[in-house]
């Protein structure tokens, strides 16, 4: 059980388009979801936290109309960078709580954006 | 400030040759200590929650323990598909509603045959 899928695992695109990545909680409903970067052998950086139905909290310095966060189910959310740049060239990983007082957090595969 | 600090930062083995890895933590009030591996190119994989001190869990040749202010992560015999990074987590009490967790930066594991 707790699996975490996300598509697509990976994308190369221009500078200037948008990219959409989907994170799906596939055996539970995830009443959060949590978005990740990493950097090359760097740790995880929260980038923002989505409740189902509601806005999405960004952490300090992560730019909300750069990174557009939609949690429109208990087991979908999205996350859109828009206008991509090099510099957003990273692994994106997404993560599920269950929220049935469980605290683990359940992590997908990831998804490795190129921006040339 | 809350902060996660592991060490060390990059460990080689030999197969068989047991170890520890530490997370210690410094956080206002903690609800729970994760572990979690990370194989290179893929998401964590989630391995043991500790709540409280003196808690130990145990999970094939990996034992977490549990103290105040740190936890150790023992492999005991570790073989070559041990390698991996390994992540550590706290989540503090005032994150108990929106469940954020605060990473250290991993150690590296490597074990050679």
């Known amino acids: 059980g707790a699996v975490v899928s996300q598509h697509p695992s990976r994308v190369i695109c221009k500078s200037g388009t948008s990219v959409k990545i989907e994170c799906r909680s596939l055996?539970?409903?995830?009443?959060?979801m949590f978005w990740y970067r990493q950097f090359p052998k760097k740790s995880l950086m929260l980038m923002a936290t989505?409740?189902?139905?509601?806005?999405?909290?960004?952490e300090q310095g992560v730019e909300k109309d750069k990174f557009l966060i939609n949690h429109a189910s208990l087991t979908l959310s999205t996350l859109t960078v828009t206008s991509a740049h090099p510099e957003d060239s990273s692994f994106y990983i997404c993560?599920?709580?269950?929220?049935?007082?469980?605290?683990?957090?359940?992590f997908g595969p990831g998804t490795r954006l190129t921006v040339l | 400030e809350d902060q996660v600090t592991q060490s060390p930062e990059a460990l080689r083995l030999q197969e068989g040759e047991s170890s520890s890895l530490n997370c210690s933590y410094t956080v206002s009030g903690l609800r729970g200590l994760f572990w979690y591996r990370q194989d290179p190119g893929k998401g964590p994989e989630f391995l043991f929650t500790l709540y409280s001190a003196g808690e130990e869990k145990e999970k094939e040749r990996l034992k977490a323990t549990l103290t105040k202010k740190e936890s150790f992560r023992h492999i005991t015999a570790p073989k070559p598909e041990d390698s991996a990074t390994y992540l550590c987590a706290v989540q503090p009490f005032r994150s108990s509603n929106t469940g954020k967790l605060i990473f250290g930066q991993g150690t590296t594991l490597q074990v050679k045959p």
């Open positions: 055996d539970f409903q995830a009443t959060t």
């Open positions: 993560s599920a709580k269950s929220g049935r007082g469980l605290n683990e957090q359940f």
């Open positions: 989505s409740n189902e139905g509601s806005k999405a909290t960004y």
